[in-house]
């Protein structure tokens, strides 16, 4: 207790000092229990800028490392669920040398120089009367229970090499007391190349800041799939876990990641703290745990620190560049960086209210810090959904290149501004060669980030290379196992005429994460090209009100009432959607798709003429969907082709 140290078998253990003086007071009173409070008033005062809870699980749990103990099957510390600990190990009292009065365990919070001058007081060591011969006072035990040591004694004999050889090799098979780690240190880990880091709890007591919590897991996530030796699960995977009580392992299954990042943050004005416990999957075993506590501005370097520190205690070798961009950060406005944190928030809504939501907040970020990268990519982002599913192309896609290119002045190494760039060049400029150039660059920048290999997968397949496609987009689904580009995967696999695997996807998609396949407006192709109308139609009619003003869902509906020969249906829809395209922007692809369903080819081909000057971006996939497969022999069908600039 002088000392501050824990000892098996007078080896140290390494442990830091908060679980010792948790360890001290449990030691005070053996058996009985010590409660949270007591604990959070001793170790925690109150004017302490910590998460309490967290803090005190986190000491918890390496006190029980550190002692080889389970929460499941105690030795040493039972929890009391809600109420605190009980210390139920058998305590020796500290043995007592002659002459010195016995006396209780030291307070954990009794001052080190108060003890060591208490202990030692009035106590001189003897002297040695003859070599061999133990001293006639014997020294003080290290830790609680450890004995007295034996009047020494030589070793040299046959009996106790062989004596001391049987210990040595009994503790280094059971690793007892942690005598292998100390002499040989830690055992390795389990190779980690897969991660995902769980939604950090909101510890401010405030609903409001729900978006800040997010918006902090979102970032870690971005943070640490700029290392390309790590595959992390995407924000939307994770995101099914917020507020769910899963056992880690089970979630680990779930996800398959070899390891979980589980948190809180906390912000108390312009502070922030964030606590990350770094926790291997199978086996189970708490691999590290730090606290991070910054001024706002410098949420991006906590961010790096965080992804850093996580990179090199997996053991992931990081490359010079991965370093550079992990140690390339800037202050920011703290005011920007929490309209961006809910410009991201509302993007992720997935609806065409929650993009023009997200528009608001980046241009307020913009406003606030007009050196801030990050925001003018989200706006370049939000405008190209935007482009063609609520206005018009030519209207938004100059907007969205100005905010990429913006974005990239400020940051070259922006991942997500090379994505931004490279989706207006595919879907508006059709300039493929340039965007091929631009999706090389953010890979290379972000190999981790799902977004850009689902459009990247898009942009093979619409070259004709849909096999590749598929495999690309298959890298975004293993990113985001939960079902969001599970949508992507059925369309690659749709263009590459795989119709059963599509349905496939779909069907398990559905069963693991129904809301994502909800917002697939692709779901029911490739059962039409299997002549299943009925569940085709069934498929599309359950999109629609997914994706509120997108107008494609409703088109492709209107084309399988066709094919099923359900014409009056069709038709119905057909003037719907021509009375609507009178008040607002309908995208001419989508009423082509009703003409060619009706087998009206002149007016679907007059239809498409209006969407190559608009620009529509679908047109570039005229190659490979085989929903147009009745109008390829037409002369007309191969000159769009040439004037969208499709590669041969």
């Not at 090499?161 to 002499?183: C, K």
């Not at 090199?312 to 944190?341: C, D, F, G, M």
């Not at 069963?511 to 002549?531: D, F, R, V």
């Not at 007059?606 to 996939?621: H, S």
Request: aromatic share 8%; proline share 8%.
């Amino acid at each position: 207790m002088r000392a501050s140290e824990l000892r098996k078998h007078g080896i140290r253990i390494k442990l830091q000092d908060q679980p010792l003086q948790v360890l001290a007071m449990l030691l005070e009173r053996p058996g009985d229990l010590v409660t949270r409070e007591e604990l959070r008033t001793k170790l925690w005062p109150a004017d302490t800028f910590v998460d309490f809870d967290h803090g005190l699980n986190s000491a918890i749990n390496k006190l029980r490392e550190a002692l080889g103990d389970s929460a499941d099957n105690p030795r040493f510390i039972e929890t009391l669920p809600r109420r605190g600990y009980r210390f139920v190990g058998a305590v020796d009292p500290p043995a007592t040398p002659p002459g010195q009065v016995g006396r209780t365990l030291p307070s954990a919070s009794e001052p080190a120089s108060r003890q060591q001058t208490e202990g030692r007081a009035g106590v001189s060591p003897p002297e040695l009367s003859s070599p061999g011969l133990a001293a006639a006072q014997p020294a003080e035990p290290s830790a609680p229970g450890a004995v007295l040591p034996a009047p020494r004694r030589s070793w040299r004999t046959p009996a106790a090499i062989l004596a001391l050889a049987a210990v040595l090799a009994a503790l280094f098979a059971l690793d007892t007391g942690g005598v292998r780690t100390r002499l040989f240190g830690k055992p390795a880990a389990a190779r980690i190349q897969s991660i995902a880091v769980l939604p950090l709890d909101n510890l401010s007591k405030d609903p409001e800041q729900e978006y800040f919590a997010d918006g902090m897991t979102d970032e870690l996530i971005s943070e640490l799939a700029k290392i390309g030796a790590l595959r992390v699960i995407s924000r939307t995977s994770v995101m099914q876990y917020k507020k769910v009580k899963k056992p880690l392992p089970l979630i680990a299954r779930e996800l398959q990641v070899d390891a979980l990042l589980e948190g809180a943050v906390v912000r108390s004005g312009d502070r922030v703290r964030v606590t990350a416990n770094l926790v291997q999957a199978s086996p189970e075993r708490h691999l590290w745990a730090e606290s991070y506590e910054r001024d706002l501005r410098d949420i991006l370097t906590l961010q790096s620190d965080l992804a850093t520190a996580i990179a090199r205690e997996i053991r992931v070798k990081l490359t010079p560049q991965e370093q550079q961009r992990l140690a390339s950060t800037r202050p920011v406005n703290p005011e920007a960086y929490e309209a961006y944190l809910k410009g991201r928030y509302t993007w992720h809504q997935f609806t065409v209210q929650g993009f023009q939501k997200s528009i608001e907040y980046y241009e307020q970020a913009i406003r606030k810090d007009p050196g801030y990268a990050q925001p003018y990519s989200g706006l370049a982002d939000s405008y190209v959904q935007l482009a063609g599913r609520l206005l018009p192309p030519k209207e938004v896609m100059p907007k969205a290149k100005a905010a990429a290119l913006r974005a990239l002045e400020l940051d070259n190494k922006l991942a997500e501004g090379h994505s931004s760039l490279a989706y207006v060049l595919f879907y508006y400029e059709w300039d493929w060669e340039a965007a091929d150039k631009e999706y090389e660059r953010a890979l290379q920048l972000n190999p981790g980030y799902p977004l850009l290999r689902s459009v990247h997968g898009f942009y093979l397949a619409a070259r004709g290379r849909p096999e590749e496609g598929v495999a690309e987009v298959r890298r975004a689904s293993e990113l985001e196992p939960a079902g969001f580009f599970s949508c992507g995967e059925l369309r690659t696999l749709y263009y590459a005429r795989r119709y059963d695997e599509a349905i496939e996807k779909y069907r398990r998609a559905r069963e693991l994460y129904p809301p994502g396949p909800s917002l697939c407006a692709w779901a029911g192709m490739p059962y039409e090209q299997k002549l299943r109308f009925e569940e085709a139609i069934a498929l599309y009619r359950g999109t629609i009100p997914g994706l509120g003003a997108e107008t494609l869902p409703t088109a492709l509906l209107a084309h399988a009432y066709a094919q099923a020969g359900k014409r009056a249906e069709a038709l119905k829809i057909l003037d719907q959607l021509l009375a609507l395209s009178r008040k607002r922007f309908v995208s001419p692809y989508d009423v082509s798709v009703v003409y060619l369903g009706l087998g009206e080819k002149d007016k679907a081909f007059a239809w498409l003429e209006k969407a190559v000057a608009e620009r529509m971006g679908l047109l570039v996939y005229l190659k490979v969907d085989p929903i147009f497969d009745p109008l390829r022999s037409d002369p007309r069908f191969a000159e769009l082709i040439r004037r969208v600039g499709i590669p041969p």
